[in-house]
């Protein structure tokens, strides 16, 4: 899949404060619709933080989701009952 395709989906874009990034690069983004956001000045441990945040996300909130199977089609078939076993 291609940046072109995942644009209409992007919201933000996450960097850090690298002189390497130009007004250009943002702007780039920005007619796109895409909020920049700078990670913060001199905070090595801002990434270990959110990961952390996301993980406990992950564990204590995603998994006590539960998803239901996908329904078949039936086939016209009553004597086929299996699946409700």
Do not use: H
Request: with cysteine; aromatic share 6%.
């Amino acid at each position: 899949m291609t940046l072109g395709r995942r644009m209409n989906s992007l919201r933000f874009l996450l960097r850090d404060q690298d002189s390497k990034y130009t007004r250009t690069f943002d702007a780039a983004f920005e007619a796109n619709d895409v909020e920049t956001l700078l990670s913060p000045p001199q905070a090595p441990r801002a990434n270990a933080i959110c990961e952390r945040v996301v993980g406990t996300l992950r564990r204590e909130a995603l998994d006590q989701v539960l998803i239901p199977p996908p329904i078949s089609r039936r086939t016209g078939s009553d004597d086929d009952m299996s699946w409700a076993a």
